[in-house]
């Protein structure tokens, strides 16, 4: 008499064909994970950052950095509103940044990409999903050999010593067929992978479009060089004033 557990995991692959639809089950789910996380997640993304890219592309006249600061606040909640979360936090980010120079333009003292974290939910979901596909297939490969077992050493205790080279091949032939689980969890995690690694490579060319546009709307004035820049000023205004004294005329003493 077994346990509860050990009773129901020996029912469940007492079937033949019980290990061969679990596998195909596994298959299955990698697809279908596939297709949720491209609707749900990357499709989205994708077509944000499409969006975001087509609006800075509309920009218009010789001087990108002037007209994008004059469409700023059309721009901005074109830019911002209902978006991918992580652009959302990205474009918060990027805006308070931003300042206005004394030709009417706008200066940012970052790069996009460094304003922005790295959209890679749909991949990461995918290799999440992967690393437990590879876990799902052998726990079921080892709960059938649990079964395998279990069966093997009844027969041994039903018929005695005489069968137990038929027990035997008979647990070879049920492991055997338990191992099928194993390899679907491993083809699905390398289906997984690969399709991440795909998407994660689509989005970052969507990305570095979508930066390098919105690099070339402002000014880069990063603190240093705004530091020369100051330095540069009061430099030249020392000079100026060395030289307004030199010119004026010692006053005589009373």
């Not at 009773?7 to 298959?27: N, Q």
């Not at 647990?171 to 399709?195: D, N, P, Y």
């Not at 820049?229 to 307004?244: D, K, P």
Request: with cysteine; aromatic share 8%.
């Amino acid at each position: 008499m077994h346990d509860p557990v050990t009773s129901f995991v020996v029912s469940v692959f007492s079937a033949p064909s019980a290990a061969l639809i679990m596998a195909g089950a596994i298959l299955a789910l990698a697809i279908g994970l596939i297709f949720q996380s491209g609707h749900f997640e990357y499709a989205p993304l994708r077509h944000d950052l499409r969006r975001r890219a087509d609006v800075l592309s509309e920009l218009r006249g010789p001087d990108l950095q002037k007209a994008f600061a004059e469409a700023f606040p059309q721009l901005d909640k074109r830019l911002g509103g209902e978006a991918y979360p992580t652009l959302e936090l990205g474009w918060a980010a990027y805006r308070g940044q931003l300042a206005e120079t004394s030709d009417g333009r706008l200066a940012s003292s970052i790069h996009a990409v460094d304003a922005f974290e790295h959209a890679d939910g749909p991949a990461r979901t995918l290799e999440w999903w992967a690393n437990l596909m590879v876990a799902i297939g052998l726990v079921i490969t080892f709960m059938g050999i649990v079964a395998a077992l279990t069966e093997a050493v009844d027969a041994m205790q039903r018929q005695g010593g005489a069968a137990m080279q038929t027990a035997l091949m008979g647990l070879l032939a049920v492991a055997a067929t338990k191992f099928w689980t194993s390899i679907a969890g491993v083809l699905g995690s390398i289906v997984l992978r690969l399709v991440a690694r795909r998407r994660r490579q689509a989005i970052e060319s969507l990305e570095a479009h979508f930066f390098a546009l919105l690099d070339g709307c402002v000014r880069f004035a990063p603190p240093e060089k705004v530091m020369l820049e100051q330095l540069a000023v009061l430099t030249r205004i020392e000079t100026a004033l060395a030289g307004a004294a030199a010119r004026t005329p010692a006053q005589s003493p009373a």
